[in-house]
């Protein structure tokens, strides 16, 4: 199976981070050149994506387009399946099983996410069992599980994506195209995690500054918020609607379980 690696052909860092850490565990995997700002306009040309509309930043576009791209090499080279990451993962303990070819992944599963992103996630209440190596398995995903760290995707679903795209012709987040807007796919979780990003291992302090992080930050609406010291009150009325907040996430649980859904948690491993 072919491993693609997003990285700016720049990020001398990032790049020396994924050569010791696929080398570590002997997973051949080539780069792939993220699109930038530059070659924006180009990119759009080959993908067929004439008149489209976006209020994504440029980097945020890039990044898209660079995903997209290695679709249409799927579809172009009509392989079966293809691994994509992007150049601040870490792999999980015996990373090779899974990516040394694909012959473990069940036919059901147009992608597998290999990331752990959140630390919770609504996986199908009833699974099918599958024989998969290293102790671990395949979980229906039921909710969005976001990020696009890592994933497998096969030949059918590329074509999917990107007919997806050029049909809507609005650039909106890979991620939300993958796992919450394409219809008819079928995104299955490993558990345990066999990839996380950087600034998710490390809560945020990240090896690996990013400007596309920026962006999203702005583009959200999202800054850094300073600690306050609280009041004794504050503090009183802070705790009661933790408890609150707590209550209702039950609950909530509980109407997703009678859907089906199961509330579980993920770990990388």
């Known amino acids: 199976m072919k491993k693609m690696v997003i990285s700016l052909s720049t990020a001398k860092e990032r790049r020396e981070h994924i050569i010791r850490e696929f080398a570590q565990q002997d997973v051949d995997f080539e780069f792939f050149n993220a699109i930038t700002p530059v070659s924006l306009d180009l990119t759009i040309s080959q993908l067929g994506l004439e008149g ?7 980097n945020e576009i890039g990044c898209l387009l660079s995903h997209m791209m290695l679709w249409k090499k799927v579809v172009d080279e009509k392989l ?11 792999l999980g303990e015996k ?3 899974f990516l040394a070819d694909e012959s473990w992944i069940p036919k059901e599963c147009s992608i597998v996410k290999l990331e752990v992103f959140y630390k919770q996630i609504g996986i199908a209440l009833q699974q099918k069992q599958f024989s998969i190596p290293n102790a671990r398995q395949l979980c229906l995903l039921k909710e969005v599980h976001m990020g696009c760290g890592g994933y497998i995707i096969s030949n059918e679903t590329a074509q999917k994506l990107l007919n997806f795209v050029r049909t809507s012709k609005v650039l909106i987040p890979v991620d939300h195209i993958v796992f919450r807007d394409c219809p008819d796919v079928n995104a ?7 990839c996380i990003q950087d600034m998710i291992l490390r809560k945020g302090k990240t090896h690996f500054p990013s400007a596309l992080e920026d962006v999203r930050n702005i583009r959200k609406g999202q800054v850094v918020k300073k600690k306050i010291k609280l009041k004794f009150s504050q503090k ?3 705790e009661g609607v933790r408890i609150l907040n ?3 996430k039950i609950l909530v649980n509980f109407a997703k379980y009678r859907q089906g859904i199961k509330i579980v948690k993920i770990k990388f491993r």
């Open 52 to 58: 489209y509309y976006s209020t994504l930043h440029q």
């Open 95 to 97: 990373a090779k099983d």
């Open 188 to 194: 299955y979780q490993l558990m345990p995690a066999l």
């Open 246 to 248: 707590r209550i209702q």
């Open 80 to 90: 079966n399946y293809i691994a994509i990451f992007e150049d601040d993962i870490y």
């Open 236 to 238: 009183v009325k802070k």
